[in-house]
C-alpha cells in the first residue's frame, strides 16, 4: 500500500499548479491589455523584460497541394506516417502478418501518473450501465 501521505502531497501540488496556471492565465490577460492600452509590447520589472511576440504558424493543405503539384513534388514535400489504429486493426485481421508487426514495431516504455476522482469515475460508471442496460 502506497502511504497516504504522499498521495496527498502529490495531489496538493497538482491543485497548487492547476491554481497557479489559471492565475498566471488571468495576469498574462491582464498584462496583454494594459500593454495594448499603453501602446507597447513590452514591460520591464525587476531588470526583467516580459514581452509579447507575435508570431504565425502555417499549416498546409495536403489535399490541395496534391492536387496542384506533379506527383514527384507532391512525394518531396510530404511524408507518410503509420496510423496505429489502423495498423493493430490489419494485424488482428491479418492483413499485416505478426511477423511483420514485429519487425517494424519499437516499444517505448513510460511511465506516468493518472489521477481519477473516484466519485466522478463511479457515477460516469453507472451512467454507462445505465446506457447499456
Known amino acids: 500500500m502506497i502511504p ?8 496538493e501540488a497538482r491543485e497548487a499548479l492547476e491554481t497557479a496556471q489559471a492565475a498566471k ?3 498574462e490577460a491582464m498584462l496583454k491589455e494594459a500593454l495594448a492600452r ?6 520591464i520589472f525587476n531588470n526583467v523584460k516580459v514581452a509579447v511576440v507575435y508570431g504565425e504558424r502555417p499549416s498546409y493543405d495536403v489535399a490541395v497541394l496534391e492536387t496542384l503539384v506533379a506527383p514527384a513534388v507532391f512525394k518531396k514535400a ?23 508487426a514485429e519487425a ?9 501518473i493518472r489521477v481519477t476522482d473516484l466519485a466522478v ?11 447499456v442496460a
Open 78 to 100: 510530404t511524408k507518410s506516417v503509420i496510423d496505429g489504429a489502423k495498423f493493430k486493426a490489419l494485424v488482428t485481421v491479418g492483413d499485416i502478418k505478426s511477423d511483420v
Open 121 to 131: 469515475a463511479a457515477t460516469t460508471e453507472k451512467a454507462k450501465a445505465t446506457k
Open 4 to 11: 497516504a501521505a504522499i498521495t496527498k502531497t502529490y495531489l
Open 104 to 112: 517494424v514495431t519499437k516499444i517505448t516504455p513510460y511511465e506516468q
Open 25 to 27: 492565465e488571468q495576469a
Open 38 to 43: 499603453s501602446g507597447s509590447d513590452f514591460a
